[in-house]
């Protein structure tokens, strides 16, 4: 077992624990004596895959198990109320533990659930999908949708620790696997050449458990750093938005067509963002053509898999982004394979020029 130890927040401590098997060893992991009563929050495909290994291993705890249904759909405000409700007749107080198991989904609903209930009550996380393990389960940002409206109610908030059994992903289908490598392939672009040249050395899937513990946990690492070094996201954290700018418009547009998944929309951002830093001079022509020939590789999408008609509905989107302020973009581009700069400011036309080499117009 590979513990990692890190400070994310300034007020609080916790622990980022990574290995195998820890679903069963929990007890050596977390102390959950304190704790009065435990709701275990899971969604619909995860439950059947490991509530029991959770259930079977606590006997001795007060639990209650909350499976919501699996999918976005959940992140809802009518869901968060259902859970309220569930633990005040639970008569849960600051004593009791609220347990997330699942992907992003759970973690962001869980987590919000609990530093709202009663002005807050602690939370632990154990996440099961890449996505969550590189990036949702961490970083303290909790949250629901409204409507479509993207994590438009949530808050900071720090779970009391993160699990992560790099086992579950066996059981995760492959196109979330991928989709949630990313994810990764974006922190090796944004920080470390060597690592993004060993996480696309083979396909996602290709990983050993041993590789894997070491590949969450360079991303784990990188995240906490990067969150430390600037909790409220007027700086360097900046830098983990690469691909997202591209990505979270294409995303949203995805759904009017062909719904894609986060991380397969952030791969296409990267080849538009990656082709803005080669119109910079930041890449080379053969470093943009490697990361293509990469993203692909790893089974990931490269150019948006629906014809458009023109670019404005993408623009359109990419202007109202939140990241969008006093009228103009501001880009987290790679400077070099290996690093990434903040707040670039880059010409409409090459936005253009950048959009054109992941959309086919019809
Ligand atoms: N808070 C943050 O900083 C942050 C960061 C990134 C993403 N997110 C959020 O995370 C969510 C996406 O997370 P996700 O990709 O984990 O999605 P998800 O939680 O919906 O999980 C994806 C699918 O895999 C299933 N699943 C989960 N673990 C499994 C396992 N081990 N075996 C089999 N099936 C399994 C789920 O039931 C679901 O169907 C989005 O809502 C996004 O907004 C939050
Ligand atoms: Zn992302």
Request: charge should be negative; aromatic fraction near 6%; glycine fraction near 8%.
């Amino acid at each position: 077992m590979k513990t990692v130890a890190v400070r994310i927040s300034s007020m609080r401590q916790y622990d980022i624990v990574i290995g195998t098997d820890l679903l069963a060893n929990l007890a050596s992991i977390v102390d959950l004596r304190p704790y009065t009563q435990v709701l275990v929050l899971t969604d619909s495909h995860v439950a059947p895959l490991y509530l029991n290994t959770f259930l079977e291993h606590h006997r001795h705890l007060r639990i209650t198990s909350h499976v919501i249904e699996a999918g976005e759909g959940s992140k809802s405000l009518a869901v968060y109320e259902d859970i309220q409700h569930r633990l005040a007749a639970l008569n849960f107080d600051r004593r009791s533990l609220i347990v997330n198991i699942g992907g992003g989904v759970v973690s962001d609903l869980g987590g919000f659930v609990a530093s709202t209930y009663r002005r807050g009550v602690p939370f632990l996380n154990i996440s099961t999908t890449v996505e969550g393990m590189v990036d949702a389960s961490l970083g303290g940002k909790t949250g629901v949708n409204l409507g479509s409206y993207k994590n438009y109610v949530g808050t900071y908030a720090q779970p009391v620790a993160v699990v992560i059994d790099v086992t579950t992903l066996r059981t995760l289908d492959e196109r979330n696997r991928v989709a949630g490598w990313a994810e990764v392939i974006k922190h090796g672009l944004i920080a470390s050449r060597s690592y993004y040249e060993m996480v696309t050395s083979k396909h996602p899937l290709r990983f050993s458990d041993s590789e894997l513990i070491e590949i969450v946990t360079f991303s784990c690492e990188l995240k906490r750093s990067v969150v430390q070094e600037d909790e409220s996201e007027s700086g360097v954290r900046k830098i983990l938005n690469f691909g997202h700018t591209v990505g979270h418009a294409v995303e949203s547009l995805s759904y009017q067509h062909m719904p894609l998944l986060h991380g397969e929309a952030v791969a296409i951002g990267m080849v538009a963002e990656a082709y803005l830093a080669l119109t910079r001079g930041a890449i080379s022509g053969p470093e943009y053509d490697d990361l293509k020939a990469r993203l692909a590789g790893a089974g990931l999408p490269t150019r948006i898999p629906f014809p458009l008609p023109d670019l404005t509905p993408l623009t359109a989107l990419i202007e109202a982004d939140k990241k969008n302020h006093g009228g103009q973009i501001r880009w987290s581009l790679i400077s070099s394979i290996g690093a990434c700069d903040h707040d670039v400011i880059v010409d409409d036309s090459r936005m253009v020029e950048a959009l054109c080499q992941v959309v086919d117009l019809r």
